[in-house]
């Protein structure tokens, strides 16, 4: 089992940066899949990036192909998510999540675990 914690979210005015972070508990890190989800308030709650157990593979939605980027670092058991020319539309609360299954999974339903969420809102 997993714990997930985020931090890193904030208000920023469009065009500008934030970087999450989500630190794991326990020695397993590794064997995890990583993804990073978001949603926004009234809406479902999708995929933004995904990042395999080494870390050699990356999946972006296209809505942030370009302006994010994941990264893993297994040694100290946390996932970042990079986020570069922020939109108004970015606006959600961002999740990291785990992931037992193989290869890059990019839909929710293929997490276990999950953190508690940060907000991110951008100002326009």
């Known amino acids: 089992q997993v714990q997930l914690v985020e931090s890193g979210g904030g208000l920023v005015q469009a065009g500008g940066s934030l970087r999450l972070s989500c630190a794991a508990s326990g020695r397993t890190f590794s064997m995890y899949a990583m993804g990073w989800f978001r949603q926004a308030p009234g809406k479902e709650r999708v995929s933004v990036a995904a990042?395999?157990?080494?870390?050699?593979?990356?999946y972006y939605a296209d809505s942030v192909k370009g302006r994010f980027t994941i990264s893993r670092d297994n040694a100290k058991n946390t996932v970042s998510l990079q986020m570069n020319s922020l939109k108004p539309e970015d606006t959600a609360v961002y999740y990291c999540a785990a992931s037992t299954a193989a290869g890059l999974p990019n839909t929710d339903r293929w997490y276990n675990y999950w953190g508690q969420g940060t907000q991110v809102t951008v100002s326009s």
């Open positions: 990042i395999s157990r080494s870390g050699v593979t990356t």
